[in-house]
């Protein structure tokens, strides 16, 4: 095992040119779901990282009920500087897990007050809210989900910029991108080295509703219009596991990014390009995470059932 169950902790620094080539480069469908699964799969592996390390620590306690065969000396070789590492180990994964805990806590708990703000209302895709603040979101449900706009923003807005609103997010319903956020936001809490892929992949899930609205109301100037007016009067959405027209983030450059030509819709870019280096470095990286953690709980494995008796 060695160092390589040091691997996965480190490993998403290697992910950390892709994070903004991509949001340059790629498509914002194809740069979200990138972003997205590298983020997921190395949280696992960094995570499962520190539950083999805690193994180590937990050996070191006083009164430890666990197993004698955990203390035995083949598992603590197993790791380099384990009475460090191991201990270290136990508060780290502590922390993760009650930070992800949180973090899905208060995204349930906001979905469940925004559906009880909706009861009463009919039940179509959009639900309007009697209210003067100016904000708009889309809320994901089980049957798919509904628009949710207030009064305020809606009066802001023109007829033909009220339609991109809802092209808009209809399209974040339409992709879940709920879970590429959620899935993001837990990854960067569970190890720090993967928070620019969180900021990217909120920046690309905007983009890519973008597109989508762009291409259902046919005008790239509308939908930008629409975004920059609801970023100057909008207070945002509830949580950053949802999204919305005006969600936090550089607005300027998805406003610019509307005025320009549509993107290319190219998933495969040249590896002689920074952007192919860039996704190559981040899929070798990544790899290597699955696979390091995977080697390390198989060898963790097999020496605790070799050192503790059945």
Not at 91 to 113: E, K
Not at 180 to 204: D, K, M
Not at 218 to 232: C, E, F, H, N, S
Request: aromatic residues 4%; hydrophobic residues 50%; charged residues 15%.
């Amino acid at each position: 095992m060695g160092v390589f169950v040091f691997l996965p902790l480190v490993l998403p620094l290697t992910a950390w040119p892709v994070a903004r080539l991509a949001e340059q480069h790629l498509h914002p469908r194809a740069a979200t779901r990138v972003l997205t699964a590298v983020a997921g799969v190395m949280a696992v592996c960094s995570t499962l990282c520190l539950a083999l390390l805690m193994v180590v620590g937990t050996a070191q306690l006083p009164g430890n009920p666990l197993p004698d065969g955990w203390s035995d000396p083949e598992v603590r070789a197993a790791v380099p500087y384990d009475e460090i590492a191991g201990r270290a180990a136990i508060p780290a994964l502590l922390a993760v897990c009650a930070a992800c805990a949180r973090l899905l806590w208060r995204h349930a708990r906001v979905r469940r007050r925004a559906h009880r703000a909706l009861t009463g209302l009919r039940g179509t895709s959009v639900a309007v809210l009697a209210d003067e603040a100016s904000y708009a979101y889309a809320l994901p449900s089980r049957d798919g989900g509904r628009v949710v706009v207030t009064s305020g923003m809606l009066a802001e807005l023109t007829a033909p910029e009220r339609r991109a609103l809802f092209a808009h997010e209809r399209a974040h319903l339409t992709a879940r991108h709920h879970r590429h956020l959620l899935i993001t936001q837990l990854a960067a809490r569970a190890n720090p080295f993967l928070r620019p892929l969180r900021t990217s992949v909120a920046f690309t899930a905007e983009r890519w509703a973008d597109e989508s609205a762009a291409r259902a109301v046919r005008d790239r100037r509308t939908v930008a219009r629409a975004i920059g007016k609801a970023a100057l009067v909008s207070r945002g959405v509830p949580a950053p596991t949802l999204a919305g027209l005006a969600a936090p983030g550089p607005v300027p450059r998805r406003v610019a990014a509307l005025l320009a030509p549509a993107p290319a819709a190219r998933i495969r870019p040249s590896v002689f390009t920074s952007m192919g280096l860039a996704l190559w470095c981040a899929a070798f990286g990544t790899a290597v995470s699955a696979m390091s953690s995977a080697n390390s709980a198989v060898t963790m494995v097999l020496i605790l059932r070799a050192a503790t008796p059945l």
